[in-house]
């Protein structure tokens, strides 16, 4: 089987646009792992590629072939801003959100760094907003940081998944600076079954 993790980066903040849709932000960059698994979801090949926005139609055949794609808050963002770019069934693709799982068992929210940090020991390299920033100067450098901060925040999104796939929790810090666990499943669903649902 072949598994896609993915995050992007977008070229406004939302105060920009006048809107809450996703879609009127533009992509900057996406960067994603692709990789092969066996059928016991033991990885035999992976690779980390990044796509600027003129580079994306090279990139939607690795996405046609997932058997998953898994990103973090994807299908309420990312899927979403993709949106303008995409092919048209580019919603209706397996995908899966780490986020939405976690919606589900505990009723609220929580950050990517937050589980990073308490689950894996690691944090994200950098802050959203300077990703915006990055993009807006445009110099080979702040580009080059760019990239760097999307591919680091790809492979922590797939530790993140790894863990809670064989270990079947994550821990995360509250609302009031106190550690959480939350039990997570995120074996695939039996054959047949449908994916989580995407916003359009």
Known sequence: MFEVIFDLETKKFFDDTGTSNPA?????VLSLYHRKITDDYHETKGELLSFWEKDFDA?????????????FNSINFDVPALKPYA??????????DILDV???????RTSLNSIARETLGNTKTDHGSNAIKYWLEGS????NKLQSYCEADVL?????????FKYKYLK??????????????FSYPPKGASPQPSLF
């Open 59 to 71: 990139m939607w055949k690795i996405f046609q072939g997932a058997d998953r794609i898994i990103g």
């Open 102 to 108: 976690i919606k589900e068992v505990q009723g609220r």
């Open 156 to 164: 922590i999104t797939r530790d993140i998944y790894d863990f809670g």
């Open 87 to 96: 092919p048209a069934n580019f919603s209706k693709l397996p995908h899966f």
């Open 172 to 185: 995360y810090i509250d609302h009031w600076n106190n550690i959480r666990e939350v039990a997570v499943d």
């Open 140 to 143: 080979k450098e702040s580009l």
């Open 24 to 28: 009127d932000l533009g992509v900057s």
